[in-house]
T-cell receptor, first 112, second 116 residues
Framework: RKEVEQDPGPFNVPEGATVAFNCTYS??????FFWYRQDCRKEPKLLMS???SGNEDGRFTAQLNRASQYISLLIRDSKLSDSATYLC?????????????FGSGTRLQVQP | EADIYQTPRYLVIGTGKKITLECSQT?????MYWYQQDPGMELHLIHY???????EKGDLSSESTVSRIRTEHFPLTLESARPSHTSQYLC???????????????FGQGTRLTVV
């Protein structure tokens, strides 16, 4: 089983739609959680950190469910420019190295 | 914007050549990482470093080696390139000393390597 698993893509949605991605993690010792956005042939860029109480940044809302070991990303009022691959990332605090483990990503295509 | 730089951006090289991929950051970050990513696939950690003179292998076995002689510099070397090394290599750094645990990783723009 992969340490971090994401919804399979691609998600094809019309402009203005609300779309939600889930990401599950296998290690309960995971302590830090992030959503990254990666455009085609570009490097990942941080979209938002995910805090225990959930957090919102404009049209984006991230939530963490420790009991079920998943994080989610909700995008409201989708724009064409939201088309990208969304990667969830998890950091384990008990390994010492504190590197991020990434999911394989979910591709979002927003259509006019 | 993150101040982490990778060179070259693109490299096409023949089998058997020795290559070094450069990565530098000016943020004073102590932790640095190399990830490998094939097109449309996930990122795999191949090397990481806690600080100067500290390097460790990551999750994915790699024939590459790294060094960390200076805080800002984390080059990756392939002694003898092969077609199986064709991939994108992404360098990342995180968190200066004293910063909190939840600091994110910043990525360089990547080096797209093709070995022919």
């Amino acid at each position: 089983r992969k340490e971090v698993e994401q919804d399979p893509g691609p998600f094809n949605v019309p402009e203005g739609a609300t779309v939600a991605f889930n990401c599950t993690y296998s290690n309960s010792a995971s302590q830090s959680f992030f959503w990254y956005r990666q455009d085609c042939r570009k490097e990942p860029k941080l979209l938002m950190s995910v805090y225990s109480s959930g957090n919102e940044d404009g049209r984006f809302t991230a939530q963490l469910n420790r009991a079920s070991q998943y994080i989610s990303l909700l995008i409201r009022d989708s724009k064409l420019s939201d088309s990208a691959t969304y990667l969830c990332a998890v950091r384990l605090m008990d390994t010492g190295r504190r590197a991020l483990t990434f999911g394989s990503g979910t591709r979002l295509q927003v259509q006019p | 914007e993150a101040d982490i730089y990778q060179t070259p951006r693109y490299l096409v090289i023949g089998t058997g050549k020795k290559i070094t991929l450069e990565c530098s950051q000016t943020m004073g970050h102590d932790k640095m990482y190399w990830y490998q990513q094939d097109p449309g696939m996930e990122l795999h950690l191949i090397h990481y470093s806690y600080g100067v003179n500290s390097t460790e292998k990551g999750d994915l076995s790699s024939e590459s080696t790294v060094s960390r002689i200076r805080t800002e510099h984390f080059p990756l070397t392939l002694e003898s390139a092969r077609p199986s090394h064709t991939s994108q290599y992404l360098c990342a750094s995180r968190g200066a000393l004293g910063q909190g645990m939840n600091t994110e990783a910043f990525f360089g723009q990547g080096t797209r390597l093709t070995v022919v």
